[in-house]
């Protein structure tokens, strides 16, 4: 019984000292039940804005905006994988030749001279670099009479524009047949 009369003593002794004690306001304090508003997607609204911005810039190097359309060509009977590998760049490159600044008809001879020689000596795949067409005052005359040359040419199993950083459109791989007849 003592420590119930001890109890009731504590806290008759704790009210009468806070007796003349008034509540503080509270004029800073938020309403409890107050509405949130709906989440805004903050991320996703930066990320459309930047790849705007991006499309609306060029790149540094002019070089890099490709003009005309890729080269691709397989000739009937042989694996659509010839041409994927080719485009890939996973085949070594034994030769090259540039064709800029020859006009039509040297360009002409001078293709089919490299072809031939080519086959000679065994190469399996070569790059003919013909250019973007970019001086032409119409379209890209040599592109189109290497397409034009190289899907007639009895010796070439497939071609394809090469990688950007080997020339992109501006040049071909050329996959040949081997000097014998067999194929690659």
Known sequence: MTSKKKKGDDLDAFREAVADVSPLPHPNRAPPHRNRPAPLALQREKDEQAVLT????????????????????????????????LRRGQYSVSATIDLHHMDK?????????????SLDRGHGCVRIIHGKGLRSRSEPILKILTRRMLTRHPSVIAFASCRPIDGGTGAVNVLLKSGNGRRI
């Open 105 to 117: 008809l040297t360009a002409r001879q001078v293709l089919l001279d490299f072809l031939q020689h």
């Open 54 to 85: 991006e499309l609306l810039l060029l790149p540094d190097d002019i070089a890099e905006l490709e003009t005309g359309e890729e080269l691709l060509y397989l000739r009937p009977g042989y694996q659509s994988r010839l041409l994927r590998r």
